[in-house]
């Protein structure tokens, strides 16, 4: 399995429209980070996770060709306004694209997008196609085993999901007894954190270590980050086995251990 950073930025993105902080107007490009989103790759598919408002720049920067599904984590505008660039990968795959999540998020994406889903409600649009398909429990797709679970993210809730030995955890600022075991075992854990301290509804990165010193994944990446935090000064504050993501970077997992036959 392959992950690929999309996006590793918080909601504004960074630079921040208007901004003047250092970090905004650094020239590192590790400081330049669109909206968060990874791309999960296993033989030859792509699952790319939320569709972030920059899809179509990141498709290009990382030369995607092809979105085999799409999987929602929650509907915040931050994780879903890419949803039209699908239309570009439909026009050059010719089929219809399926875009999985818990039941809820997944009405809230169709009434906002309601001409995605179907040929009555396009109004003369190019429009994406895409096919619902509810996440109700652990399940495969493309081959990976997918279990989503709940965590409070403010006063609503985000879908973090294990998928295989990589959990991608962002928009939370609390995990149950219930995800920490869902998290048992797993090789890499990518954790979402907007600021050095806690925020209202995002862990911040003192919060986010912890977490990752109760998981004890072998490798882990902080990501969703804001213009508060200039890459080489976290870097620098960061353990061993803990990085900042960056856009493009990519991480590679081992193959998912094939329990042997008795
Ligand atoms: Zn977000
Ligand atoms: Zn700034
Ligand atoms: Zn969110």
Redesign the pocket.
């Known amino acids: 399995m392959e992950v690929l950073f999309m996006g590793t930025g918080a909601s504004t993105g960074?630079?921040?429209i208007g901004?003047?902080?250092s970090?905004?107007q650094s020239s590192d490009p590790k400081n330049e980070r669109t909206r968060s989103s990874i791309m999960v790759r296993v033989d030859g598919k792509n699952i790319l996770v939320d569709t972030s408002p920059d899809l179509r720049i990141q498709s290009l920067k990382n030369h995607i060709k092809r979105i085999d599904a799409v999987i929602f984590t929650h509907p915040h505008a931050d994780h879903i306004l890419g949803i039209d660039e699908l239309r570009t990968f439909n026009f050059w795959q010719k089929e219809e694209i399926p875009v999985f999540a818990d039941p809820e998020t997944l009405g809230t994406v169709m009434k906002m997008f309601p001409y995605a889903f179907s040929e009555e409600n396009r109004g003369g649009l190019t429009r994406p196609r895409l096919a619902p398909r509810e996440i109700v429990g652990a399940m495969k797709i493309n081959e990976i085993q997918v279990t989503p679970f709940p965590v409070k993210h403010g006063p609503v809730y985000n879908h973090a999901l294990r998928l295989d030995d990589l959990v991608y955890l962002t928009d939370c600022n609390e995990v149950s007894d219930e995800g920490m075991e869902v998290m048992k075992g797993v090789d890499t854990l990518i954790i979402g954190a907007v600021l050095y301290e806690p925020h209202a509804s995002h862990f911040g990165i003192w919060q986010a270590l912890d977490l990752i010193e109760r998981v004890q994944p072998r490798q882990a990446f902080l990501t969703h980050l804001s213009?508060r935090i200039d890459y080489n000064e976290l870097t620098s504050r960061l353990p061993s086995g803990v990085q900042a993501a960056f856009d493009g970077l990519t991480v590679s997992l081992p193959r998912r251990k094939i329990p042997v036959a008795s």
Request: proline share 11%.
């Open positions: 960074v630079p921040m901004c003047d902080c970090v905004c213009h």
